[in-house]
């Protein structure tokens, strides 16, 4: 149980183009989903709460119209990168929490490589 | 906020020996402290928790160990084996997750 995916797992994409990362919950329900983002040999960096039906809560520094997040159902919620630039280039990961007393979900992530 | 200390930040031991990385953390209203492994190009996946009420938690040659005076945590992965290379992050948690900087182990066969 617990499972959590996200696609594509990897994209490349040219410079100035936008890029939508889809994150499910498989087999429960996550009013809550996290999106972080991790650069090489580093930890992860929370970028974004997303709580389904309203909008997303962003961390300071992270540009809400660049990463854009919709949390329209109980089991999805994607991050769209817009215009995306060469810096943007990371492995973006989501989580979900199951409700249960704090505990997270990550899905595999999300490579993305921007030309 | 909560801020999360991990060490070491690297960790070869020979294949058959023990492991440990220890976590710090700041803020005494943190009260859930995951485990998670991370294999290259992969997401993390939660090996083992604790919450605060516990001391101690184990799980076959994973054990977690908390002190909640000292503030501080720590993994313990026994009888190592070369598939257990991986970076692990700890987190603390109480309203929001905050990781430690991470932990990259190599267990040499």
């Known amino acids: 149980g617990a499972v959590v995916s996200q696609h594509p797992s990897w994209v490349i994409c040219k410079s100035g183009t936008s890029v939508k990362i889809e994150c499910r919950s498989l087999?429960?329900?996550?009013?809550?989903m996290f999106w972080y983002r991790q650069f090489p040999k580093q930890s992860l960096m929370l970028m974004a709460t997303?709580?389904?039906?309203?909008?997303?809560?962003?961390e300071q520094g992270v540009e809400k119209d660049k990463f854009l997040i919709n949390h329209a159902s109980l089991t999805l919620s994607t991050l769209t990168v817009t215009s995306a630039h060469p810096e943007d280039s990371s492995f973006y990961i989501c989580s979900a929490d199951s409700g249960a007393l704090s505990e997270q979900f990550f899905g595999p992530g999300t490579r993305l490589t921007v030309l | 906020g909560e801020n999360v200390e991990q060490h070491p930040s690297t960790l070869s031991v020979q294949e058959g020996d023990s492991a440990v990385i220890k976590c710090t953390y700041s803020?005494?209203?943190?009260?859930?402290f995951p485990w998670y492994k991370q294999e290259l190009g992969k997401g993390p996946q939660l090996i083992i928790d604790i919450r605060s009420n516990v001391g101690e938690k184990k799980d076959q040659r994973i054990a977690v160990t908390l002190n909640k005076t000292a503030k501080h945590f720590s993994l313990h992965i026994t009888e190592t084996q070369p598939e257990d290379s991986a970076v692990y992050f700890c987190a603390a948690t109480g309203n929001q997750f905050y990781f430690g900087t991470g932990t990259s182990l190599t267990v040499i066969p």
């Open positions: 803020d005494s209203a943190s009260n859930y």
């Open positions: 997303s709580n389904e039906g309203s909008k997303a809560t962003y």
């Open positions: 087999d429960f329900q996550a009013t809550t």
